[in-house]
């Protein structure tokens, strides 16, 4: 079974389901779902076309069916975060801190757009697919979820400057 | 060509045409706001692969390299299992009439057991109350619960590692169960029961419940069940190894 191109999968759908909603568990419960229904409607997927495509569409049903109920926990992600430390920190950790922090101010449809592109690179077309939204939506989406970051990132990075000094 | 934002992100993306990405580099040349701004999305890119990319590396957690069975097959097969409890019960109360339904405790103890593994080794989030991580809490709560001293076997000789365990209710009290699994997803479950009063201890004995094989044996005050769905002989390899495990003076 661990030859199954859909267990090859799992490690893509795991990095994108931790960004996606931050916290670990929660994430793999993303996954999890994600699966059970993949292998049960394995039936559906035709040979030769793009597993990876299939597997992240189903995911995203997953997500947004379930993101109503909060069951994956995404929001209360963003008041769990860890406090930034004030002394003895490393530069790398805090950058890494600081766009796992700024993803998170993101609205979640700009954040799946901006991950798929920029963390698992697929086209624009393969995310129009996946999301199943019109292309135009996807580069708007792309295109406010990266300004938003960028000003959140730089606003962010300011502050800890200034705690770290 | 008049560069639009679109071009922009395609530029960053790598999604820009060959023949265009000239075109928008002169653009870039002249305009240092677009400039910085392409600069600030690729650094943003390379930061969040930088911050995910990890994941990749982590071991995937078993719960999700396992192929769920489809739900109805587990419940027909459990529910199968129980129309043969039931008949069987049925017919031995009738041949037993007047003795105790524990009379003939194996029979029972295989099916409970089989039972209970059709049940729970499917699951693919919840197979187990507690989980292997925290083998010695498991052992000392399902003890516990069982008012005697567990001791559960490590079977890594022949291939299964120990998943977790659960505490169930059998006709005689509470039940153990622990949980293993080999490399490929199988699993076997060992049932353990404590027996009440003056009970001898029993060769294996083997029986078939619907898919579930299983090899029982009453131990002193303990009844064990090993189950799994695979064929005889493997699964009586397996038993070997439980028992001396859980005999290491034999």
Known sequence: MENHPI?????????????????????????????????????????????????????????????????YDVESHMETLPILPTRATQGDYLELLDVE???????????????????????????????????????????????????VASGTSNQTLKVVK | MTVNESDLHAYVDGMLPASSVAEVELHLASHPEDAERVRAWRELSGALRKAFDPVMDEPVPHRLVVRPRRAWSRYAMAAGLMVI????????????????????????????AAIAHAVYSPEV??????????????????????????????????????????LLSGSNGPVAQFMFQDAKGARLTLYVTTQKG?????????????????????????????????????????????????????
């Open chain 1, 7 to 71: 267990v090859q999968h799992i490690p893509r759908l795991r990095r994108y389901a931790r960004a996606l909603i931050g916290d670990r568990y929660s994430a793999d419960d993303l996954v999890q779902d994600t699966l059970e229904r993949a292998w049960n409607k394995l039936h559906l997927w035709r040979p030769g076309s793009d597993m990876r495509a299939w597997l992240f569409a189903i995911m995203h049903n997953v997500f947004v069916n379930h993101a109503r109920s909060r069951r």
């Open chain 1, 101 to 151: 922090r700024a993803l998170r101010a993101l609205p979640v449809e700009q954040r799946e757009v901006l991950l798929l592109i920029a963390v698992e690179e697929m086209t624009y077309d393969e995310v129009s697919k996946a999301l199943d939204v019109p292309i135009g939506t996807v580069m708007s989406r792309l295109s406010r979820g990266r300004e938003r970051l960028r000003q």
């Open chain 2, 85 to 112: 409890g039931i008949a069987t019960g049925w017919v031995a109360r009738g041949a037993l009439f007047g003795l105790p339904l524990s009379g003939n405790p194996p029979v029972a103890l295989a099916r409970q």
């Open chain 2, 125 to 166: 989030r919840h197979p187990v109350e507690v989980w292997a991580q925290q083998e010695d809490h498991l052992v000392k709560w399902l003890s516990k619960r069982l008012g005697t001293t567990l001791k559960c076997p490590s079977l890594g000789s022949v291939g299964y590692e120990l998943v977790g365990g659960r």
């Open chain 2, 198 to 250: 003056d009970s001898r201890s029993t060769a294996f004995r083997f029986s078939q419940e619907g898919g579930v094989a299983v090899f029982y044996w009453i131990d002193d005050k303990y009844g064990y069940a090993l189950s799994g769905e695979m064929g005889r002989t493997e699964l009586l390899q397996v038993a070997n190894v439980v028992y001396k495990q859980l005999n290491p003076e034999q």
